[in-house]
């Protein structure tokens, strides 16, 4: 008989590193207190492996092109963030915080499956009993819906193996009989994710699984859990807020960079089609500091409205505080604005916000931070009308940005009559010029003389 061995390791909870000893800092991600202790049971294996077992590689031309036909799970929002629909035997992690939605809407989706395609939802946080009550205020018909209240996961697997598709509900409640750690611990959530990534492979099974997410608002467990990922989408809001965002963060089937919105209701969750109002004010113009930004996320286009705030600041050095807009990223257009127009900031405390908590991290939003950055500062506002798009560069001159088309058809929809956007794009949005007014600007102190000073001349 094979004898068992027992090591121990220390590992990062967050990156999944392991260091040689216990460590108040983890030397890979820079985080402290992270580094916690596993013991790991290695049995060596008793049947050799035959070279004649291993896969055989084939030429490329040898291999059959498979038509992937895509599912839909009944919401329009989710279909679009997948990027058209679930890929059959596809890994789909949904992470977010507690109470956010992922329970709910993955029992939405369950119940829209079953009713072409064998599903079963193995609970490993709630009972049968409480997942029922969730589907009674979901009014979801359970005729077809098989429900396992399981956290064993090799049990879940092996029931799972008949069904279509499997919603693990959630990773960190779930653990594997041969490994002495506990659920949730880094070591069972690594080999849980891997164990379900081959299951779904070669059982042709699509997996959805429910991670949380640390205080960070990252997925709980080692990086690795991404990377084995087909697809990463993430919940984002707050509790207590009606609407949710679902953000693809990684996608092998589609865009990365999609937005779905969500409203939660009593009767569940429902994706929002119409933005506007989401993400801008009814009443911006009226003071300064204010912009939209039509922004794109992925394959759509979404207004976004910018808000700042200037304070005369009462330390020795000011505050910079941006929420939903990259910190270095506005530091950096700060700086851009006091050397190349002439403003300074230096003692005013700035505060940026993007409407509707979303996160803006494409640099099309330069030009209209700027500007709401220069509004606020001059105390002269915006039209309500008016928005703008444009990357700005360390010299002030502004950049082009891809999809400028897109960007200026969205605002003609919604009612915009003016857009100031780089003069580099203006070729594209020339058949729009009887439509809406296009403003075309080579450096932000252009930009801001002809907002706020009607100075057509300025360079």
Request: glycine fraction near 8%; hydrophobic fraction near 40%.
């Amino acid at each position: 008989m094979a004898k068992v061995k027992q090591t121990t390791k220390y590992v990062c909870s967050e990156c999944g590193t392991i260091s040689p000893g216990w460590m108040g800092r983890c030397p890979a991600c820079g985080k402290f207190g992270t580094i916690v202790e596993e013991i790991e049971t290695v049995s060596p294996s008793q049947v050799a492996v035959k070279k004649s077992d291993y896969p055989r590689p084939v030429k490329l031309s040898d291999i059959s092109r498979e038509k992937i036909v895509r599912k839909k799970t009944g919401i329009d929002e989710l279909d679009q963030v997948l990027g058209g629909g679930i890929v059959p035997s596809s890994l789909v992690l949904v992470g977010g915080d507690p109470g956010i939605g992922k329970s709910t809407l993955m029992t939405q989706v369950a119940g829209v499956l079953s009713k072409t395609q064998k599903v079963l939802y193995a609970s490993a946080e709630e009972s049968s009993a409480q997942v029922k009550l969730r589907c009674d205020r979901l009014k979801i018909d359970g005729d077809d819906l098989m429900l396992m209240n399981e956290t064993c996961l090799n049990n879940i697997i092996e029931e799972a193996s008949d069904y279509d598709v499997l919603i693990v509900d959630s990773i960190q409640a779930v653990y594997l009989e041969e490994m002495n750690s506990s659920a949730g611990s880094v070591g069972q959530i690594k080999e849980c994710a891997s164990r379900l990534m081959r299951f779904a492979k070669s059982n042709k099974t699509t997996v959805f699984i429910v991670g949380h997410v640390t205080k960070e608002g990252a997925i709980a467990g080692p990086k690795v859990l991404e990377h084995i990922m087909d697809t990463v989408l993430y919940f984002e809001g707050q509790p207590q807020d009606n609407y949710k965002l679902l953000r693809a963060v990684k996608n092998r089937f589609g865009s990365a960079q999609e937005v779905g919105v969500f409203e939660m209701r009593e009767d569940g969750i429902f994706g929002v089609k119409d933005y506007n109002g989401i993400f801008i004010s009814e009443d911006r113009g009226t003071e300064a500091g204010s912009v939209v930004i039509p922004s794109v996320s992925g394959n759509r286009c979404m207004p976004v409205e910018i808000q700042t705030l200037l304070s005369k600041t009462v330390f020795g050095m000011p505050r910079r505080m941006p929420l939903g807009v990259d910190y270095n990223r506005t530091a950096f257009l700060l700086a851009v604005l006091e050397k190349r127009a002439y403003m300074p900031f230096y003692s005013y405390d700035v505060y940026v916000t993007a409407m509707g908590g979303i996160k803006l991290t494409e640099p099309a939003s330069d030009l209209g931070v700027a500007l709401a950055l220069a509004s606020s500062y001059k105390n002269l506002s915006i039209e309500k009308t008016t928005c703008a798009f444009g990357e700005i560069g360390l010299t002030g001159e502004i950049r082009p940005v891809m999809q400028a088309e897109k960007r200026v058809a969205e605002s003609i929809r919604l009612g915009f009559k003016k857009v100031i956007l780089p003069a580099r794009n203006l070729s594209q949005v020339e058949k729009y010029k009887g439509k809406i007014e296009i403003v075309p600007v080579k450096h932000v102190y252009q930009a801001i003389k002809l907002i706020f000073d009607g100075d057509k001349s300025a360079e």
